[in-house]
């Protein structure tokens, strides 16, 4: 006899995000780490990006950010087609500058 899970194939896929836990981040640095876990079966897409997860499902990646808004859209997606979506809005404001050059005539 076989046993077939359909949960697998049809059931509404895990995903759980851990960083960035707010929906909404501010930051000064250039990238963002997205951290968490989904089945080990499911497909992980990041704004349609493919990446990579690990046997037991945990995934972490980073992400680069433009200066301003940055919409990010975290899917698991089932063999058949479920998904579920998880979106972070991340604010990067890049720090100014603050080193100067000092010509020297000899």
Do not use: C, M, Q
């Amino acid at each position: 006899y076989s046993i077939i899970r359909f949960d697998i194939i049809l059931g509404n896929p895990k995903l759980i995000l851990n960083k960035p836990e707010e929906s909404l981040v501010h930051t000064t640095v250039s990238t963002i780490l997205l951290e968490g876990e989904i089945n080990p079966g499911d497909k992980l897409t990041v704004n349609g990006e493919n990446k990579v997860i690990e046997n037991n499902g945990s995934f972490a990646t980073t992400w680069p950010l433009t200066a301003g808004e940055n919409n990010i859209e975290i899917k698991a997606k089932r063999f058949l087609g479920k998904e579920e979506i998880i979106t972070r809005k991340v604010i990067y404001t890049p720090l100014e500058n603050t080193s100067s050059t000092t010509s020297v005539n000899l």
